[in-house]
């Protein structure tokens, strides 16, 4: 059963804090305690988690707001849960933080906690709605209030995250898959499958096995065994609809192709990225960026980038399989960024940028500041031709009009002819990418080429150099976010439950980065 859980916002002196100097007592305040219980633990809405619980049967909920709490502290200071839950029992701070008059107020069950987690993740998968996600966006709005910062101006960028998962080979990820499935099932169940497939498990038969073959066919009869107690169940509904068993079909159907006479296993050039890479988490895909291959997942997040900020902050966290592309993030999340915030500019790096993101951005009327663009600079700019909203040239960088335009929708090119006597003697020729012809002399090129061209002549702009220059920043945010508040690796495994933990990390820095604006505020100031 749902309750709610409302502070009590009382001033009165906790049993803990009664002894305690004036001085002490202000650091309790103005620290972090303080900051996080007004800033977080108040502004919780409890509410937004009411259809996760019964409206009337059952015993009533522990706080929701004290759980989420918790969770944005695991992170903030990168402790295990049973470190955080000795904080919360017996640490001061964690009472000042939570509103929490005396200790032995709140006794919290290590099993309610986990209990909670998981209620948390079924209900994001059975429904889709993110009550979590709803919350971080009201903190989020809150804390740019508090600390009076510009939005318009943005960062965006992404990062690597580990899963919590070992490495696997590929005879590794069978003979585990086929482990798995088999230790699910009954003994009646178990009794059907044949002797020579249960000796795959065992390691000293396999090992003898696998020198006595080699890697390719071992491969290959892997397969075939998988397959044949896939084949097997196949038409059992009470083993078919089991995890186990759809992993089972996952690794044939990744690790194999069926050619006219038989399965046989794909060469290692021939798995996609997206294959299971370990049981234990189903969502982690593999990417190589580099000489550095990635089991894990890809983190994007957008932060503030106004430079008159007296500090930046997380304003969207996103995260998606390490397949997922740059472009893809910018394009999925740049409405929902704008929809929340009233952003104008968006500073990326060059990833980010082409045809779909420059879409989106013109739809969401959002300019896109890329620090670089990918591939080589041409020798011929085309960002001096004159070119309409239509598409159609105007003029060319001298001034002259064509005496024909044509926009070629099917290949977007913007082509042009001009008058042969004013291009032969021109002074713009040796910088200009027009041809010569029998009758007229021409010019052609790509609506994206057009695009990138008038950017490179942005980029000597002495504002949109200083804005460029903003980017880099985001690089110390995803530092902290790694090597303070643990997120270089993940400790739990499945997308919906470490999407929850980026944003419970996010919380915590924007924490953080609020006590920063506020002790600057209160330093002296010495006007002349």
Not at 257 to 267: F, P
Request: one cysteine or more; aromatic letters at 10%; glycine letters at 4%.
């Amino acid at each position: 059963m749902f309750r709610e859980n409302n502070p009590t916002k009382q001033t009165s002196f906790s049993d803990y804090d009664y002894n305690l100097s004036d001085k002490r007592k202000k650091q309790l305040e103005n620290g972090w305690p303080g900051k996080f219980r007004d800033n977080i633990f108040y502004k919780i809405d409890e509410l937004k988690f009411a259809p996760m619980y019964h409206k009337s049967l059952g015993a009533p909920n522990f706080p929701v707001n004290i759980l989420i709490g918790l969770e944005v502290l695991k992170q903030l200071f990168d402790v295990s849960d049973l470190e955080l839950f000795e904080l919360f029992h017996f640490d001061v701070r964690y009472l000042k933080a939570f509103d929490i008059k005396a200790v032995g107020d709140v006794d919290l069950a290590d099993r309610t906690y986990y209990n909670f987690r998981e209620r948390v993740v079924n209900y994001i998968n059975d429904t889709g709605h993110n009550p979590v996600a709803e919350v971080f966006d009201e903190l989020v709005e809150n804390f740019i209030e508090v600390a009076d910062l510009d939005i318009d101006v943005q960062r965006m960028d992404s990062t690597l995250i580990e899963a919590n998962i070992k490495h696997l080979s590929r005879i590794q990820l069978m003979r585990k898959v086929l482990s798995d499935f088999i230790e699910k099932l009954n003994q009646g169940q178990k009794n059907r499958i044949h002797k020579n497939t249960l000796k795959i498990l065992d390691d000293k038969e396999f090992d003898e096995y696998l020198d006595a073959l080699g890697k390719e066919k071992v491969l290959n009869k892997l397969l075939g065994k998988l397959n044949s107690v896939k084949e097997h169940f196949k038409n059992d509904n009470s083993v078919n609809q089991t995890r186990a068993y759809q992993q089972l079909e996952r690794v044939i159907e990744d690790q194999s192709i069926m050619t006219s006479r038989d399965l046989i296993a794909k060469d290692d050039s021939e798995i996609e990225p997206s294959s299971l890479q370990n049981p234990y988490d189903e969502d982690a895909t593999y990417r190589k960026k580099g000489k550095k291959s990635s089991q894990g997942y890809a983190l994007n997040i957008t932060e503030t980038a106004n430079p008159d900020n007296p500090a930046q902050m997380i304003t969207d966290v996103s995260l998606e399989a390490n397949i997922f592309s740059d472009p893809k993030f910018l394009q999925t999340r740049l409405p929902e960024i704008k929809y929340k915030t009233p952003l104008k500019k968006l500073i990326v790096d060059g990833s980010y940028y082409g045809p779909d993101s420059l879409k989106i951005a013109a739809k969401e009327e959002v300019e896109i500041i890329p620090t670089a663009l990918t591939g080589k600079t041409p020798k011929y700019s085309t960002a001096e031709f004159g070119v309409d909203d239509n598409n159609n040239i105007e003029h060319c960088p001298e001034g002259f009009a064509p005496l024909k335009t044509k926009y070629l929708e099917d290949t977007e090119t913007i082509a042009a002819w001009f008058e042969k006597s004013k291009c032969l003697n021109c002074g713009y020729r040796d910088k200009c990418p027009v041809r010569e012809q029998k009758k007229n002399m021409t010019v052609r090129f790509k609506t994206r080429r057009y695009e990138r061209d008038k950017l490179r002549v942005k980029f000597s702009d002495p504002e949109y150099k200083r804005l460029q220059k903003q980017r880099p920043a985001i690089e110390g945010t995803f530092s902290a976010l790694k090597r303070s508040q643990g997120l270089n690796r993940f400790k739990t495994v499945g997308l919906i439950k470490n999407s929850c933990i980026t944003m419970f990390s996010a919380l915590g820095y924007n924490l953080k980065q609020l006590i920063k604006v506020e002790k600057a505020r209160s330093k002296p100031s010495f006007g002349t």
